[in-house]
Structures are given as structure tokens and as C-alpha cells.
């Protein structure tokens, strides 16, 4: 079974301020990684995914976030956050190949201040 | 493209009740996801169908909640009698297959007092 840890539950910064919200992973097996967002009383929007290839991952609104197999980590950076950027973050892992379970962190809420 | 649909948004019951959400997934989505999201946590996956069967319900507490998708389309989820500790967020995802990744509805808040 695959696991992921958000070593932070909240991430306050200041506008235009670099950000990075970490996540790690376990497995035994070759996974899939994604990062999803969620805005108040929404549900989660996808921003990202790293299924195989370039450890370098681009997304939307301008994140990005790199696969580091070594360390099982997949940390999501932004470098230069906005307001409407506030909301909450979660990763999420699952084995690789189709139809498979994904399984989500506890999240990390950034809070992005004037 | 539409998106996934879901209703109620907002549910308000009495604990001992019984309540049923509704989703719509994408057209052409064979898989459906069912994720419980209590506050403060990840959402937790309740059900997984590919197509009207079922792949995953390891984490469904089959004595009180219960889902189904006929017709590989649409799908109900229904807990009876619903706890206390039910409430949370109930959200409905689709998928063409984990390379896509995922898109969700908007999610149903479930009160139960």
C-alpha cells in the first residue's frame, strides 16, 4: 500500500514571497504522484502530476514541483505566491498504471498574507 | 466538458436517519470514486467502481453505507442510519484512468446533529 506525509499543516507567506509545501511518500512499488487544490467549499482541482519521465513537473498557476526517488519525496514550489493562491493543498500517490487507488495527505493549508 | 456533478450540496439530518447523495461523472468516465473528507483531514476513499462494478470498498462501513452505479453511469451513495461521526464532505470523482488524474464535483456537506 503507498502512503503520503505533509510535514506541514499550515504555510503561511507573504505575497510575491517564494513557497514550497512538502510532501513524502512511501511504497513499494513505482508510483504516480499528483498535488490537487482545494478552494473554500470546492472541490479539489487538479494541479499537477508526475507519472514518469522529466523529475521536473510543471502545473498551473505557475506551480511546479520535483520527484526525488532517493529522497521519496515530491515538494510542490511556487516562486512567487498570490492571494488567490489561499487554499488548501493535498498530495496524493498511487501505484503506477491505470485504475488504481489514490491515496490523499492530511493537506496543508497556505495562507497567503498582504 | 461538464463536470462532475453532484447533489444535495448541503444535507442537515438527525442522527438514526438516512440520507442519499447523488453523482454525476464525466461522460465517458468508466471510473467513479466516492472520498469522505472529514475536516481537517484528506479525503479517504469510500468506493471505487470501473464501469458498475466494483474495484475497491475495503474502507465502506458496509453496515451502514451502501453505493451503486447502474448502468455504469450515475451513482447514489447512502448511509442508514447515518452518526454523528458521518459528518464531513462527501465528494464524487471520475477518471479515464489515473494518468488523467482525477476531476471531483463540488462535494456534499453532510451535518448530522
Known amino acids: 500500500a503507498q502512503s503520503v506525509t505533509q510535514l506541514d499543516s499550515q504555510v503561511p507567506v507573504f505575497e510575491e514571497a517564494p513557497v514550497e509545501l512538502r510532501c513524502n511518500y512511501s511504497?513499494?512499488?513505482?508510483?504516480?504522484l499528483f498535488w490537487y487544490v482545494q478552494y473554500p467549499n470546492q472541490g479539489l482541482q487538479l494541479l499537477l502530476k508526475?507519472?514518469?519521465?522529466?523529475?521536473l513537473v510543471k502545473g498551473i498557476n505557475g506551480f511546479e514541483a520535483e520527484f526525488n526517488k532517493s529522497q521519496t519525496s515530491f515538494h510542490l514550489r511556487k516562486p512567487s505566491v498570490h492571494i488567490s493562491d489561499t487554499a488548501e493543498y493535498f498530495c496524493a500517490v498511487s501505484a503506477s498504471g491505470g485504475y488504481q487507488k489514490v491515496t490523499f495527505g492530511t493537506g496543508t493549508k497556505l495562507q497567503v498574507i498582504p | 466538458e461538464a463536470g462532475v456533478a453532484q447533489s444535495p450540496r448541503y444535507k442537515i439530518i438527525e442522527k438514526r436517519q438516512s440520507v442519499a447523495f447523488w453523482c454525476n461523472p464525466i461522460?465517458?468516465?468508466?471510473?467513479l470514486y466516492w472520498y469522505q473528507q472529514i475536516l481537517g483531514q484528506g479525503p479517504k476513499l469510500l468506493i471505487q467502481?470501473?464501469?458498475?462494478?466494483?474495484?475497491?470498498d475495503s474502507q465502506l462501513p458496509k453496515d451502514r453505507f451502501s453505493a451503486e452505479r447502474l448502468k455504469g453511469v450515475d451513482s447514489t451513495l447512502k448511509i442508514q442510519p447515518a452518526k454523528l461521526e458521518d459528518s464531513a464532505v462527501y465528494l464524487c470523482a471520475s477518471s479515464l484512468d489515473n494518468n488523467y488524474g482525477y476531476t471531483f464535483g463540488s462535494g456534499t456537506r453532510l451535518t448530522v446533529v
Open positions: 508526475y507519472l514518469s519521465g522529466s523529475t
Open positions: 467502481f470501473q464501469n458498475n462494478g466494483v474495484v475497491d
Open positions: 461522460s465517458g468516465h468508466a471510473t
Open positions: 511504497s513499494s512499488v513505482s508510483v504516480y
